[in-house]
């Protein structure tokens, strides 16, 4: 099993910039990922990180506004927002999966989530 820990979310103003981390432990972390979920929508795919390889995929709707990466020192994931909008207003959550994954429906393992609200 992969325990995961969100933090970094909070209140910004559109157009600012927040850093999500989750810390992870488990055996393997295979593909890790973020998602986020808004008030009377469903869960939707944002960012994925291939663990050992290191190669990332986005939704096209962060693309060149959201980085993914990793630190394997501190077995930590980070999602960097920049040039947030009052859309990416959501719940955000970190998860794991197997090497693929994507859909919400691939991934094993969830943390709680950070709020992330952005201002008009």
């Known amino acids: 099993q992969v325990y995961l820990v969100e933090s970094g979310g909070g209140l910004v103003q559109a157009g600012g910039s927040l850093r999500l981390s989750c810390a992870a432990s488990?055996?393997?972390?295979?593909?890790m990922g973020w998602f986020r979920q808004a008030p009377g929508k469903e869960r939707e795919f944002v960012a994925a990180?291939?663990?050992?390889?290191?190669?990332?995929y986005y939704a096209d709707s962060v693309k060149g506004r959201f980085t993914i990466s990793r630190d394997n020192a501190k077995n930590t994931m980070y999602l960097q927002m920049n040039s947030l909008k009052p859309e990416d207003t959501a719940v955000y959550y970190c998860?794991?999966?197997?090497?693929?994954?994507?859909?919400?429906?691939?991934?094993?393992?969830w943390g709680q989530g950070t709020q992330v609200t952005v201002s008009s």
């Open positions: 488990g055996r393997t972390f295979s593909t």
């Open positions: 998860a794991q999966g197997p090497y693929g994954s994507r859909r919400v429906t691939d991934f094993n393992s």
């Open positions: 990180i291939r663990w050992t390889i290191g190669s990332t």
